[in-house]
């Protein structure tokens, strides 16, 4: 069986085997029976309960990361989803997987690694997409996962300790005439609240009066978030999203309690932690108005995603002296988010897009189209990237932070909850 051949065979074992995160056992094993197929001395380190690390080499003063992602998505409605868990990859996270396990093959057969000036390995992580919370918040409670999120997850374990920067690819979403790919494209950071709106409950024909209606202290949140909305700074591409996540409501007693939840999407900081003190005092304000109370709850999702535009400018290079590939996306910034942002305040990062699929991201329809493309050139153009890296990577004009510096700014940005 050809290299082409095989890795497709993965890829599609992994799409129609979709796994939750922490939960990728199937996934994992794949990639380590690939590994070790063609690396037999391999030493693999395994963390987080599926993920897999290794290097290749002897390891040089600069270091460089492949990472690739092996959860899918909760989306039942898929076609291809998991009928019991409701797992989907409509997110293409199994074709990241099968993408880097090609590089890897040909970097061994080719022994091209021994002639960089930099050392590499490769890090599959589980648990991006931020869901399926009850079971990771029971895997917290049990000690087995300080954090919701695969990478931060890693950070605090040291799987990235040695490396020096980080490289990921990432299924485009749309629909693409060209064989294209995609550059600079940063994404938002997000957190969530939950605002817990007390009244007091009362019989709604007799004594209405008597009661504080919790829902219509939500309402009157709701509302003052609209009107709110036209002050907000269309330059950091927010997102807020506020649903009703639990109530007691019946129609013959006025609401005493309601909680309702929401994200708030930003490309910077500092201006997330602005707008969150904004719909705090929204809360607060509402609650006061109507005789209510209200509880908050902050949890910080992941931090924003700016790409390194050192590093992308020899994906650039590259993609100039590579024909096959007829489109390069630049600077085009996304309100979706990715833990890949937490690992960008570490080291420096890239995440170089590529197209290939067909149906909706996230979507009920989404799978691979062009997988000549997907599971054979892209994989060679990124052998080209690597190529245009060598010997011209300045490491004065990259960073380091420790882990302890990223829990520092996660702590602050948690916040405390306010009663």
Not at 8 to 16: A, F, K, T
Not at 272 to 299: F, P, R, T, Y
Not at 379 to 397: A, S, W
């Amino acid at each position: 069986m050809d290299k082409f051949q095989e890795i497709y065979q993965i890829g599609e074992d992994i799409y129609l085997n979709p796994e939750l995160g922490f939960k990728e056992v199937h996934t994992s094993s794949l990639v380590e029976n690939y590994v070790k197929k063609y690396f037999p001395d391999v030493v693999i380190e395994r963390f987080a309960k599926t993920g897999i690390k290794f290097n290749i080499g002897n390891k040089k003063p600069l270091h460089i990361a492949f990472v690739a992602e092996l959860d899918a998505v909760f989306a039942p409605s898929h076609f291809h989803a998991n009928p019991k868990t409701g797992a989907a990859h409509n997110c293409g996270h199994y074709s990241q997987v099968a993408i880097i396990l090609h590089l890897f093959r040909s970097l061994i057969e080719n022994e091209k690694y021994e002639k960089f000036d930099f050392s590499m390995g490769f890090v599959f992580v589980p648990a991006e997409e931020y869901l399926d919370l009850e079971f990771r918040h029971k895997l917290k409670d049990m000690g087995e996962i300080s954090y919701l999120g695969g990478k931060p997850e890693a950070m605090k374990l040291g799987i990235f300790d040695e490396y020096d920067l980080a490289i990921c690819v990432h299924a485009m979403g749309g629909i693409f005439p060209e064989r294209s790919i995609e550059i600079n494209c940063d994404l938002a950071g997000f957190m969530y609240k939950n605002y817990k709106f007390k009244g007091k409950a009362a019989h709604a024909g007799f004594a209405p009066f008597a009661g504080v209606n919790a829902y219509s202290i939500s309402t009157l949140f709701n509302v003052a978030l609209g009107l709110a909305r036209q002050q907000i700074d269309e330059k950091h591409l927010v997102r807020i999203n506020p649903v009703i996540l639990e109530s007691n409501m019946g129609v013959n007693v006025i609401p005493n309690e309601i909680t309702v939840g929401t994200d708030i999407r930003a490309h910077s900081v500092e201006y997330m932690m602005k707008l969150s003190k904004d719909l705090d005092n929204m809360a607060k304000g509402s609650a006061m108005a109507l005789g209510g109370q209200v509880e908050i709850e902050n949890n910080m999702g992941y931090l924003p995603f700016i790409q390194s535009r050192y590093l992308s400018n020899f994906v650039r290079k590259a993609y100039e002296k590579f024909d096959i590939i007829k489109v390069c996306k630049d600077e085009n910034p996304i309100s979706a988010a990715g833990d890949i942002g937490d690992l960008s305040f570490m080291l420096p990062c890239i995440q170089i897009g590529y197209s290939g699929f067909k149906g909706t991201i996230h979507g009920d329809d989404f799978i691979h189209d062009d997988i000549e493309y997907i599971f054979s050139i892209f994989p060679q153009f990124l052998m080209k990237v690597l190529e245009e890296m060598n010997e011209k990577i300045d490491k004065t004009k990259l960073y380091k932070r420790t882990y302890e510096e990223y829990k520092k700014a996660i702590d602050i940005l948690g916040g405390i909850n306010e009663k």
